[in-house]
C-alpha cells in the first residue's frame, strides 16, 4: 500500500512537471511576419479599394494602391486581390519576424492604364520642373483603354479630346501652373499631372505643396525648385485621406492631415472644390455640415483658421489655448457665398500689423473677391497648418457624394501678395436693386438634374427640402446690379500719379506732378480691398451737373488723404459712396447668395488729416473697421439722399429704412466691431444756402465708449439715434437695438441744434479740466494730488482720461475687442506749473461731464475736487459747475482755471 502511494505521488510529479512545460511552450512569443505591397494596374496607377487577403487577414488597399498584412504566424500563404471582377493570387512563404513584399499589377478591363509620360523640357518623366516665359512645352503620355484626355490648366479645362500629347505655352509672367490630365475610359478615369513655374527658387513659395506624386507621406520626388515635398501627418482619430486624384479628399466622416510650417505673416493659398456645389441638407440650417477648416496658423496659444462649407456659411477666426482663455474669436461675422460646382482659389494675407485679407477667385468666371478683412494682432508664432475635411452627411447616411476636395498649398513667408495694382476705365457695380424679377444663375442650373431625384421621395422631410431648394433656385434672389461706368482702382498703395499713368487718357483723369493736382472726369471707385494714398496733393472732382459723379470707396477699401485736399473741380459737388446699408458691398455674397448681414456695412479704413474735403455730398461712413477724422476740415457740405430703398418687405426694407433720409456726414456703427474711432479737431460746415444740416450720429455703445473731440458744428445740427444689429440670425430677432451714448469733448456748437432722435441715445457734453493748486503765497505747487468726484453720478460718469484703446470682452462665442475711449480717473498729479496735465498727456489730463441729453431732457453735473500736496496740506471745494464757457479754441491752452490755494500748515 505504500509503495502505491509512492508510486502515485512519482506519477503526478511528473504530469505537474509536463504540464508546466507545456503551457511554458504556449507562453513563449511565437514568430510572426508581415505581408506588404501595391496593387497597381498595368502602367502603375494605384488601384484604391482593392481587397487583400491572406489566410484569415483580410485588409484593402489605400490611395496610393498600398497595404499591409500584420502579424500572420510563420508559414506558406496564398495572398488573394480582388478588384470588381478580377482577382489575383501569389504563394509566398513567411517567415518569423520578416516583411515580404508582394505587389500586384492587374490588368482591368475597359478601366484606363497609364502606362508612361514625357515632356520635352526635361526630356524625361519629371513631373515637376522650372520653364520660361515664353517657351513652350510639350506633354505626352501612353496609355490603354483610352476614350479621351481631358488636359486642364490651373483647373480649368482647356483641352478634351483622343489626343494624348498637350503643348503649353508659358505665359510671360512669374506664376505656378498645374497641367493636369484626367485619362477617360469606358470603366473610369484616372488623373496625372504636372506642375512647372517661372518663379525663382528666390521667389518660390516658402510651402509648396500640389500633390502631383499623388501622395503625402513617404514622399521621394522634388518640387519644381528641387526641395523635397511636404510630409503631412494624418490626425489621430480621422480617417485616412485620399489623394489618387492629385488633390486631397476625405473618406469617412472626414479626415486631418498636418504639416510644418513656420509663416505667421505673408501669404497662405490653396483651391477647394464642392463637387455636388451649393448644398444645405434637408434639416437645412440646423443640419450637419460638409465643410473644409484650413488652420492656417498654429502656434503655442493661438490658431488662426478659415473654414468654408457647402451651404454658405464662412467663419474665420482665432482659437485660444487653453480653451478657457476665451474659445473662439470669430471676426469675419459670416462672409459667406453660395459655391458652384467649380475650383475656388482662396488668398489669405496676414500683415506684420495683424490685418487679415481673404480674397476668393472664382476660377469658371476668372474674378477675385475681397471676402472679409478683420484685424488680430496676437499669434505671431506657428508651428504647423492643418487641414480637415469634413463628411458629417456620410454620418447621417445621407448624400454620400456630398464632398469637398482640397489642393494647390503654398504659403510665401513674409511675403504679401496683394492684387497688383491698376486703374481701368469700365463698368462697376454701383449698388444692387431689388426687383420682383427671376434672377437665375445659369451656373447653378446643374441643381435642377442633382435634386431632380428627390421630387418623387416618399420622406416627406426631402420632398419639403427640395421644393424649398427649387423655389430659392427660381426667384429668391430678386437683387439686380445697377452698373455704372468710372475709373475702378485695385491694389495697394496705389497714388493719384499711378491712376493718372495707368489710365493714360486725360479727358479722364490728368494729373500735374508740379502742382500735384489731379482731375477726374469720371466716377472714382476704390475696388473691394484697394488702398489709395493721397499725400500732400488735391483732387479735384469734374462735375457738370450737381453729383454727376461719385468718389466710391467699396467693400473693405482703404482711403488715406493726409495733408491734402479733396474737392470739386467747379461749383458742382460730387457724392461719395460708401459701401453699406444703401450702397450694398461685399459683392461675393451678392453674386451668389443675394444680400445678406455682411452687404450692409463698409468694413473700409478711412483716415483724413490735416487736410480739407471740400463741396462734396453724402457722407455716410457705414460701419467703417477704422475711421480716424484728424485736424481737418469737412466743409460745404451738401444734405441730399443717393441711397436704393428697394428691398422685399419686413427685415430687409425695414433695415433700409432705418437709415433712409439725406445725408451730409453720417456715422453708422453697429454690430461690427469697429477697430479705430478718432474724430478730433474736425470743422464742419454747410454749402452757402444748404440750411443747417444734421450730423448723424448711429452708434453701438453697448459695449463701445466712442467720444468726438475738439470739433467745431457750427450752426449744424448734431443728431445722436439709437444703432441696430443690421441683421438678424438664428434665433436672434430682429431688431436688436443698441444705445447711442455720443460724447462730445470740447466741442463748439449750438445747444440748441443737439437733438435725440430715437429714444436710448444720449448725448454726452464733456469739456477738460484745468486746476491749478498754489501755496497761500501764490507759487504753484508740484505733485499735488487732484482727486475729482461727481456729486451727482459718479458710477456711470466719472473724470477720464484720453486714452483710447480696445479691450477685451467675453462672449458666450468666443472673446471680442471693442473701442473704449477715455478710462476712468480718480486722481493725476500736477507738475512744475501746478497746473493739472494737459490733454497732450492722455493719461494725465482729466475731462468731466457738463451735461447728458436724452429724451427725458438734461441732467447737469457738480463735482467736488480735493487736493493733497506733497507735505500733506489739503484743500476741498466743491459745486464745481462746468459749462460752454470751459470750451477751448485750443484743447492746450486753457481758458477757464480752478485755482486751489493751500494754506499754510501753521495757520
Not at 510572426?32 to 487583400?52: K, L, N
Not at 493636369?180 to 513655374?197: A, D, F, M, Q, Y
Not at 425695414?654 to 469697429?674: D, H, L, T
Not at 466719472?798 to 480717473?825: C, D, M, R, W
Request: overall charge negative; proline content about 6%.
Amino acid at each position: 500500500m505504500v509503495e502505491r502511494k509512492v508510486l502515485l505521488v512519482i506519477l503526478i510529479s511528473i504530469a505537474v512537471v509536463a504540464s508546466g512545460l507545456a503551457l511554458y511552450y504556449l507562453s513563449l512569443p511565437r514568430a510572426v511576419g508581415t505581408i506588404t505591397g501595391t496593387v497597381t494596374q498595368v502602367g502603375g496607377v494605384p488601384i484604391e479599394g482593392a481587397t487583400v487577403t491572406a489566410g484569415t487577414t483580410s485588409t484593402t488597399t489605400d490611395s496610393t494602391g498600398g497595404y499591409v498584412l500584420p502579424d500572420l504566424p510563420e508559414g506558406r500563404y496564398t495572398v488573394t486581390v480582388t478588384f470588381g471582377t478580377v482577382t489575383q493570387q501569389k504563394e509566398v512563404e513567411v517567415s518569423g519576424d520578416q516583411e515580404v513584399v508582394v505587389n500586384f499589377e492587374m490588368a482591368l478591363p475597359g478601366r484606363p492604364a497609364l502606362l508612361s509620360w514625357f515632356n520635352n523640357k526635361t526630356g524625361d518623366d519629371d513631373r515637376m520642373f522650372l520653364v520660361e516665359p515664353g517657351e513652350t512645352v510639350a506633354f505626352t503620355v501612353e496609355a490603354a483603354n483610352v476614350t479621351r484626355f481631358e488636359w486642364e490648366i490651373n483647373k480649368l479645362l482647356v483641352q478634351n479630346s483622343t489626343n494624348r500629347s498637350f503643348t503649353f505655352t508659358v505665359p510671360d509672367e512669374k506664376d505656378i501652373w498645374e497641367i493636369h490630365l484626367t485619362i477617360v475610359g469606358t470603366e473610369g478615369r484616372i488623373h496625372h499631372e504636372w506642375v512647372v513655374s517661372t518663379l525663382t527658387e528666390d521667389e518660390a513659395p516658402t510651402f509648396f505643396d500640389y500633390f502631383v506624386d499623388a501622395k503625402y507621406m513617404n514622399r521621394t520626388e522634388l518640387d519644381p525648385w528641387g526641395r523635397p515635398l511636404p510630409e503631412w501627418t494624418p490626425s489621430e482619430g480621422y480617417s485616412p485621406m485620399k489623394v489618387s486624384r492629385c488633390f486631397l479628399e476625405p473618406t469617412g466622416t472626414g479626415s486631418q492631415l498636418e504639416a510644418a510650417s513656420t509663416t505667421a505673416y505673408g501669404t497662405w493659398v490653396i483651391t477647394f472644390k464642392s463637387p455636388t456645389g451649393y448644398f444645405i441638407p434637408p434639416r437645412g440650417g440646423a443640419g450637419p455640415r460638409t465643410q473644409i477648416y484650413y488652420y492656417f496658423i498654429i502656434g503655442p496659444t493661438d490658431i488662426y483658421f478659415y473654414n468654408k462649407e457647402t451651404g454658405g456659411h464662412n467663419y474665420f477666426g482665432r482659437y485660444y489655448i487653453p480653451t478657457e482663455a476665451g474659445g473662439a474669436h470669430q471676426f469675419d461675422r459670416d462672409a459667406g457665398f453660395k459655391i458652384t460646382r467649380g475650383w475656388y482659389k482662396l488668398t489669405i494675407i496676414r500683415t506684420p500689423d495683424g490685418w487679415f485679407y481673404a480674397y476668393i477667385t472664382d476660377i469658371d468666371v476668372g474674378k477675385t473677391y475681397l471676402q472679409f478683412r478683420g484685424r488680430d494682432t496676437e499669434g505671431s508664432v506657428s508651428s504647423s497648418i492643418k487641414i480637415n475635411i469634413a463628411k458629417p452627411l456620410t454620418k447621417y447616411g445621407l448624400f454620400p457624394q456630398v464632398t469637398m476636395y482640397v489642393d494647390c498649398f503654398t504659403i510665401y513667408k513674409n511675403r504679401y501678395l496683394f492684387p497688383e495694382k491698376s486703374a481701368v476705365y469700365r463698368q462697376y457695380v454701383h449698388n444692387y436693386q431689388w426687383r420682383q424679377e427671376p434672377r437665375e444663375d445659369p451656373r447653378q442650373s446643374y441643381l435642377y438634374t442633382y435634386w431632380e431625384y428627390l421630387k418623387d421621395s416618399t420622406n416627406i422631410q426631402y420632398k419639403r427640402w427640395y421644393n424649398r431648394e427649387l423655389n430659392w433656385m427660381k426667384g429668391k434672389n430678386h437683387y439686380w446690379p445697377v452698373y455704372r461706368d468710372g475709373i475702378v482702382v485695385n491694389g495697394r498703395n496705389v497714388t493719384l500719379a499711378d491712376i493718372a499713368r495707368m489710365v493714360n487718357d486725360p479727358s479722364l483723369f490728368s494729373y500735374d506732378p508740379d502742382t500735384r493736382t489731379a482731375v477726374c472726369y469720371t466716377n472714382l471707385v476704390l475696388d473691394e480691398g484697394a488702398e489709395l494714398i493721397i499725400k500732400n496733393e488735391t483732387l479735384r472732382m469734374h462735375c457738370n451737373s450737381p453729383g454727376e459723379h461719385e468718389f466710391a470707396v467699396l467693400y473693405g477699401s482703404t482711403l488715406r488723404i493726409l495733408d491734402s485736399t479733396v474737392t470739386s473741380d467747379n461749383g458742382n459737388y460730387f457724392t461719395w459712396r460708401f459701401s453699406g446699408t444703401t450702397h450694398f458691398g461685399y459683392y461675393l455674397g451678392a453674386e451668389t447668395c443675394g444680400v445678406d448681414n455682411i452687404n450692409y456695412v463698409s468694413f473700409s479704413s478711412i483716415t483724413i488729416e490735416n487736410s480739407i474735403v471740400n463741396n462734396s455730398a453724402y457722407m455716410f461712413l457705414d460701419a467703417p473697421l477704422e475711421l480716424t477724422i484728424r485736424n481737418s476740415k469737412i466743409i460745404n457740405l451738401h444734405q441730399v439722399d443717393t441711397g436704393d430703398y428697394s428691398a422685399p418687405s419686413g427685415e430687409p426694407l425695414e433695415r433700409k429704412m432705418f437709415v433712409k433720409g439725406a445725408k451730409a456726414f453720417w456715422v453708422f456703427i453697429k454690430n461690427y466691431k469697429i477697430r479705430e474711432f478718432n474724430i478730433d479737431n474736425v470743422t464742419f460746415s454747410a454749402a452757402p444756402g444748404e440750411g443747417p444740416i444734421d450730423y448723424t450720429f448711429i452708434l453701438n455703445c453697448k459695449n463701445n465708449k466712442l467720444n468726438v473731440y475738439n470739433s467745431d458744428f457750427g450752426d449744424g445740427r448734431i443728431v445722436a439715434r439709437k444703432s441696430v444689429k443690421m441683421g438678424s440670425f438664428w434665433a436672434e430677432e430682429w431688431p436688436t437695438y443698441y444705445p447711442c451714448k455720443l460724447g462730445l469733448v470740447n466741442c463748439r456748437f449750438d445747444p440748441e441744434n443737439l437733438i435725440i432722435g430715437s429714444d436710448d441715445a444720449s448725448i454726452i457734453v464733456k469739456y477738460y479740466l484745468d486746476v491749478r493748486v498754489v501755496d497761500e503765497n501764490g507759487q504753484p505747487v508740484e505733485g499735488a494730488n487732484v482727486t475729482v468726484i461727481n456729486e451727482v453720478d459718479q458710477e456711470n460718469y466719472p473724470p477720464e482720461n484720453l486714452v483710447i484703446q480696445p479691450v477685451n470682452s467675453t462672449h458666450k462665442k468666443g472673446a471680442f475687442l471693442y473701442l473704449y475711449e477715455g478710462f476712468p480717473i480718480e486722481c493725476t498729479v500736477t507738475g512744475i506749473d501746478g497746473h493739472t496735465p494737459l490733454p497732450s498727456n492722455r493719461t494725465g489730463t482729466i475731462i468731466i461731464t457738463d451735461y447728458v441729453l436724452d429724451e427725458s431732457g438734461k441732467r447737469e453735473f457738480t463735482y467736488t475736487i480735493i487736493v493733497t500736496a506733497p507735505d500733506g496740506r489739503t484743500a476741498t471745494i466743491t459745486d464745481v459747475n462746468p459749462d460752454p464757457t470751459w470750451y477751448r479754441p485750443d484743447p492746450n491752452t486753457p481758458t477757464y482755471t480752478i485755482t486751489i490755494v493751500l494754506e499754510s500748515s501753521e495757520s
